[in-house]
């Protein structure tokens, strides 16, 4: 089973900064078909909300890696996305074109200087 990180710290899920996305409902939709890890801050918080879809064994197997969606603020966004996890997610099947719109690169960290 595929599974997804939220990003749900500093920015990410508050009301304050995206008031129109019930938050929790998102989460629970995600859950349904893949199991979600609740995360504090992923690092690109200019994306919020921001959600990652890891492949499952065998979708990691077939060359799938982690895909990072942001501005996920539309509660459709999440029914795209369990769609695909039911589907195989990375690795197993192509996403919905409409989850191209909200890919993005994850952040690099940048290790400090010795």
């Known amino acids: 089973m595929s599974g997804v990180v939220v990003c749900r710290g500093c920015c990410c899920g508050t009301v304050r900064k995206v008031p129109a996305l019930d938050h929790d ?3 629970r939709r995600l859950s349904e078909v893949a199991e979600v890890r ?3 801050c992923l690092d690109v918080c200019e994306q919020a909300n921001v959600i990652v879809v890891r492949p499952s064994r065998e979708g990691r ?3 799938g890696r ?3 969606l942001g501005l996920v603020n539309q509660a459709e966004a999440a029914d795209d996305i369990a769609a695909w996890v039911r589907a ?3 690795g197993l099947a192509d ?3 409409i989850l191209g719109l909200y890919m ?5 960290r ?3 200087k010795r």
């Open 25 to 27: 409902e998102q989460v």
């Open 38 to 40: 609740v995360v504090d």
């Open 61 to 63: 197997a077939a060359g």
């Open 66 to 68: 982690p895909v990072w």
């Open 88 to 90: 195989g997610g990375p």
């Open 95 to 97: 996403p919905p074109d």
């Open 104 to 108: 993005i690169s994850p952040p690099r």
């Open 110 to 112: 940048i290790s400090p």
